[in-house]
Nanobody, 128 residues
Framework: QVQLVESGGGSVQAGGSLRLSCQYSSNPITRKCMAWFRQAPGKEREGVAASFTGGMSTWYADSVKGRFTISQDNDQNTLYLQMNTLKPEDTAMYYC?????????????????????WGQGTQVTVSS
């Protein structure tokens, strides 16, 4: 099992930016699909962005497209989520997730049940 450790959350005003990091413990080649999810209080966990085979392919939810960027540093074993133009509705606990077995179709579908490894989460709060 891969250990995933998120960091970088915090409180910002609307329009601000944050960069989340997810340090993973194993060789990035084995982490074929890596993703960011988020969960707001009282809501289902939803997929935000996915990165496939070290960043060769990426996918974004419509709600964050054009504002968030997912990237990987394969030398540092770190997944990032750059979040710009943040909105109050982006407020949530953000989770890093990974799976080495699913293909691009399932990776980009961002079904939470398809991911086997999860971090503990980092809180993002955006005030208006």
């Amino acid at each position: 099992q891969v250990q995933l450790v998120e960091s970088g959350g915090g409180s910002v005003q609307a329009g601000g930016s944050l960069r989340l990091s997810c340090q993973y413990s194993s060789n990035p080649i084995t982490r074929k699909c890596m993703a960011w999810f988020r969960q707001a209080p009282g809501k289902e966990r939803e997929g935000v962005a996915a990165s496939f085979t070290g960043g060769m392919s990426t996918w974004y939810a419509d709600s964050v497209k054009g504002r968030f960027t997912i990237s990987q540093d394969n030398d540092q074993n770190t997944l990032y989520l750059q979040m710009n133009t943040l909105k109050p509705e982006d407020t949530a606990m953000y989770y890093c997730a990974a799976d080495r077995d699913i293909g691009w179709l399932y990776c980009s579908a961002l079904g939470k049940d398809d991911f086997g490894d999860w971090g503990q989460g980092t809180q993002v709060t955006v005030s208006s």
